[in-house]
């Protein structure tokens, strides 16, 4: 009897433990269903949340902050009014956010400016002009916000001022700090400079609001360049490589004092690396190559920066380069082999001493390309000449 109680009481255990087992399965199983739900609830609430400030910035460069309501921003997006104000209770809520993405965008924050020094704030600022004029409806979105909200009852009133009120005391100082060290080429107190700076910033962008072919970048690199002595040694001394490596500040120094691509390569104010000449089709060049490259004066000042911005090398610097002596044989077989030298479609004759270009015939599947018919004379004149 008592072995039979042992028995059942042994099997007893073991469908416990089973079904506690079950239990346990369950409720892990409930247990990362609801994760999941809750993981795709923030994905989608997150997506929703984006496609809300998108549809408000669109409405804001249309009609205003004035023009717009929160049933304006539910009907773009094309859900309920309530749907808006479960994540945005206000439109001046709503406004704040569109604010606080697109300076994020910008990589710029006003109060990171208050204990920079001079070549911070410069760095600062540069940044961010070259982010919103990379980014044109970033530029519009703020220029025509920063207008609508000098009004006094505007919302973003307080918020634009005090932003204001830092980038220009941030300005100031480091224009002052520029004049202490000898860096000023212009006979202004920091004060005109700052508002040259800023008449600059400002002015530029409304003008982009009216004409989109307005290059903000540029003419306020061009007010800078007058302003400051930036190949003052004490200057590019204290200023890295990578504060230099941008086409439209270079390019406004060379406007306004004439050095060409060779000077900014020996005053060491390029930092051109073998990826950049990579991504422009141009192989693994290693340094050395692409320092004597830039030191021949092969390459003109305009050319340099439209290869610089754009990424892509043109053909004739491209054929400039490789039947020059600068470069060693194996060297100019990499190029000859990269995407760019196959379309132009070109080759090196094994003449001892000077290597020369012939064109080759172009493939059948393709049609000629420009460069293949440089040069040749036509069919009118070819029959002419017979």
Not at 20 to 41: D, F
Not at 91 to 104: S, T
Not at 211 to 233: C, E, F, H, K, Q
Not at 250 to 270: N, P, S
Request: aromatic share 8%; net charge neutral.
């Amino acid at each position: 009897m008592r072995a039979q109680l042992r028995v059942k009481s042994g099997y007893i255990g073991i469908i416990k433990v089973v079904i506690i087992s079950k239990i346990v399965e369950v409720l892990a199983g409930k247990t990362m269903a609801v994760v999941e739900k809750t993981r795709g609830s923030y994905a989608t609430g997150e997506a929703r949340v984006q496609s809300i400030l998108d549809a408000t910035v669109e409405l804001l460069m249309q009609f205003g902050y004035c023009g717009i309501s929160i049933r304006d921003v539910a009907r773009r997006v094309g859900i309920s009014h309530p749907g808006v104000i479960y994540h945005f209770p206000s439109k001046e809520a709503l406004l704040m956010a569109v604010i606080d993405r697109y300076q994020k965008q910008a990589n710029y924050s006003a109060e990171t400016l208050e204990a920079a020094d001079a070549y911070e704030v410069i760095e600062a600022f540069w940044r961010l002009v070259r982010t919103l004029s990379s980014n044109t409806a970033l530029l519009d979105l703020h220029v025509q916000l920063s207008q609508e909200a000098s009004s006094g009852v505007h919302p973003a009133h307080e918020h634009f001022e005090k932003d204001l009120q830092i980038a220009r005391k941030a300005l100031t100082r480091a224009f002052f700090q520029f004049q202490k060290e000898g860096l000023l080429i212009a006979n202004f107190s920091p004060e005109i400079m700052t508002e040259r700076m800023m008449s600059a910033f400002f002015g530029l962008g409304t003008l982009h609001l009216y004409d989109a072919s307005v290059n903000v970048a540029a003419g306020i690199a061009r007010t800078y360049a007058t302003l400051v002595d930036m190949l003052n040694p004490r200057y590019l001394g204290h200023v890295n490589e990578r504060r230099y490596t941008d086409p439209v500040l270079l390019q406004a120094i060379h406007e306004a004092t004439g050095k060409d691509v060779v000077d900014f390569y020996e005053l060491g104010m390029l930092d051109i690396k073998p990826e950049q000449f990579t991504r422009m089709e141009l192989g693994d060049l290693s340094p050395e190559v692409v320092g004597r490259i830039l030191q021949s004066g092969i390459v003109g000042v305009a050319e340099f920066f439209e290869t610089w911005e754009n990424g892509v090398i043109s053909d004739s610097l491209f054929k400039r380069v490789i039947s020059s002596d600068l470069i060693s044989e194996d060297d100019r077989q990499v190029l000859l082999r990269t995407p760019l030298g196959q379309r132009i479609g070109w080759k090196t004759a094994a003449i001892p001493g000077h290597p020369v270009l012939q064109e080759v015939a172009p493939s059948p599947s393709r049609p000629p390309s420009l460069a293949n018919t440089i040069g040749r004379p036509s069919a009118r004149r070819r029959r002419g000449a017979e």
